[in-house]
């Protein structure tokens, strides 16, 4: 009988908070600046220059432990980790390993198997090194500083998942819960949010941890999730053929889908830590612990439980509707203006979500305005546009936010509510397709269809389909 083994996973997820300026400086983290544009001396290490923390970095930090049930230490400081990389300007790292400023903390995640809780070890705050160029060119490596001293939370769970879906979901509920405290943007994409993977096998049943490795390169879920098995299945190959899984960091391809060797993993020796003696210890007080729990937001688990409840929506919509930030406040903002939540529920569960499937986008690329949006509700919940109308104004509003008050009157959209004129049109459609009129009154259902879309179009689609069917059945009988 073959042995069954099961995968042992903790994740180190490194976090670029959005702060205006650098951890440590008054340098901009902008992205996208000219290379070493966005730098001074204390973040290109120059000597006799002094760093000074930014207050921010530490309040996104202490929010994010609130939010995932971390403690907070009331006194914490700055270590510096040495290693000599030709990105690392200081040829040290101002990071936190003795006194992080979180701890013991845990997220729950829900996944096929139900709820389970997951570990924080610590949340420690650290600056970002710059960023090697390879130039093939001149077959030269260029550094560009800007990304150095970009402030990072790292938060170090425990070894507690055992599945790539358990480490999505986990990824999936730090994500939301720091993008809805606005502490960042975390698009793996960019870099904004990355994960490193430590992963071990070991028999089923087995106490003692196997050898782990930890994967880097790693941005997005699909990659990870590969990565994951891949991984998994490499050391089980190694095991059942009576070889050692070594200790190292790898580093995965996900083209190739497959993972190779960088290095031999470093241990906390190895980085010669010691208390950074430029940084005075950090003492929270409890009026900046209360401040910023105050200010801690309405999370997705509780909104998704208050729409259910006052704004009876389906469980599965409100879980869509808050799976981001920006689609929670483009929702809320909406139906506060015009008071039809079900229907503002409606636009975004199908039209909204066609659309950002269509052009590849995420909802926080989203950039028309919530008032924008409920005029275009009101207009075709009063039917002055119809339905197919509305479907156009809306594609006009997401790609350039126009007022569809102006976009409806300047382009003649407005629906034909004259019955008047209708009851002519239709009579004439009548009387000019015998065939459907006879298929009528045989009971097939069907010709009234044709007969709708025969209107529809001699009034250029503007006219209002519950009065052209009312009146086509009123027409029909006394015939």
């Known amino acids: 009988m073959s042995k069954q083994y099961e995968t042992v996973i903790g994740l180190e997820v490194h976090?670029?908070?959005?702060?205006?300026?650098?951890?440590?400086?008054?340098?901009?983290?902008?992205?996208?600046?000219?290379?070493?544009?966005?730098?001074c001396p204390v973040c290109t290490g120059m000597p006799g220059s002094l760093p000074v923390l930014n207050k921010k970095v530490l309040e996104h930090a202490i929010a994010v432990g609130l939010a995932t049930n971390c403690q907070i230490n009331r006194y914490s400081k700055f270590d510096r980790?040495?290693?000599?990389?030709?990105?690392?300007?200081?040829?040290?790292?101002?990071?936190?390993?003795?006194?992080?400023?979180?701890?013991?903390?845990?997220?729950?995640?829900?996944?096929?198997?139900?709820?389970?809780?997951?570990?924080?070890?610590?949340?420690?705050?650290?600056?970002?090194?710059?960023?090697?160029?390879?130039?093939?060119?001149?077959?030269?490596?260029?550094?560009?500083?800007?990304?150095?001293?970009?402030?990072?939370?790292?938060?170090v769970s425990e070894p507690d998942m055992r599945s790539a879906e358990e480490v999505i979901a986990y990824l999936d509920k730090l994500k939301t819960t720091i993008q809805y405290l606005g502490a960042s943007d975390c698009k793996l994409q960019e870099g904004s949010m990355r994960a490193d993977v430590n992963l071990s096998v070991r028999e089923v049943g087995a106490e003692k941890f196997g050898t782990r490795t930890e994967m880097k390169n790693l941005n997005s879920f699909k990659a990870i999730a590969r990565a994951i098995e891949g991984e998994k299945d490499r050391q089980i190959s190694l095991i059942e053929a009576g070889k050692q899984v070594v200790q190292e960091t790898r580093r995965w391809d996900d083209t190739k889908e497959s993972s190779y060797a960088m290095r031999s993993k470093e241990d906390a020796q190895d980085y010669r830590y010691f208390p950074d003696p430029d940084l005075v210890p950090i003492v929270v007080s409890e009026e900046l612990l209360e401040t910023i729990r105050q200010r801690q937001p309405e999370f997705r688990e509780e909104k998704m439980v208050r729409y259910m409840d006052q704004f009876e929506l389906p469980e599965y919509d409100a879980e869509i509707i808050t799976s981001t930030r920006k689609l929670a406040d483009i929702f809320e903002k909406t139906a506060e203006i015009c008071g039809k939540p079900k229907k503002v529920s409606n636009w975004?569960?199908?039209?909204?979500?066609?659309?950002?499937?269509?052009?590849?986008?995420?909802?926080?690329?989203?950039?028309?305005?919530?008032?924008?949006?409920?005029?275009?509700?009101?207009?075709?919940?009063?039917?002055?546009?119809?339905?197919?109308?509305?479907?156009?104004?809306?594609?006009?509003?997401?790609?350039?936010?126009?007022?569809?008050?102006?976009?409806?009157?300047?382009?003649?959209?407005?629906?034909?509510?004259?019955?008047?004129?209708?009851r002519a049109e239709i009579e004439k459609i009548v009387d000019a397709n015998p065939k459907s009129v006879e298929d009528f009154k045989a009971g097939k259902k069907k010709a009234i269809g044709f007969l709708v879309g025969q209107t529809m179009k001699a009034m250029k689609g503007k006219a209002n389909p519950q009065m052209v069917n009312q009146i086509l059945n009123e027409v029909l009988s006394t015939k």
């Open 15 to 39: 976090v670029e908070l959005a702060t205006k300026t650098k951890i440590f400086c008054g340098c901009s983290t902008e992205f996208g600046g000219e290379p070493n544009t966005h730098t």
């Open 81 to 155: 980790k040495n290693y000599f990389y030709p990105d690392n300007p200081q040829n040290y790292q101002i990071s936190q390993l003795y006194l992080p400023i979180c701890h013991d903390g845990f997220v729950e995640i829900e996944t096929a198997n139900g709820k389970k809780k997951i570990g924080i070890h610590e949340i420690h705050m650290e600056e970002d090194a710059g960023k090697l160029i390879h130039d093939e060119w001149t077959d030269s490596t260029l550094v560009d500083f800007n990304r150095s001293g970009v402030p990072l939370i790292e938060i």
């Open 348 to 422: 975004l569960m199908v039209e909204t979500m066609r659309l950002l499937k269509e052009k590849g986008m995420e909802p926080e690329q989203i950039h028309f305005s919530p008032e924008h949006f409920a005029k275009l509700i009101e207009l075709a919940d009063a039917g002055t546009i119809n339905s197919t109308v509305a479907r156009e104004v809306f594609e006009k509003i997401f790609d350039d936010d126009i007022d569809p008050d102006v976009y409806v009157e300047e382009h003649g959209l407005k629906s034909v509510n004259d019955e008047g004129a209708l």
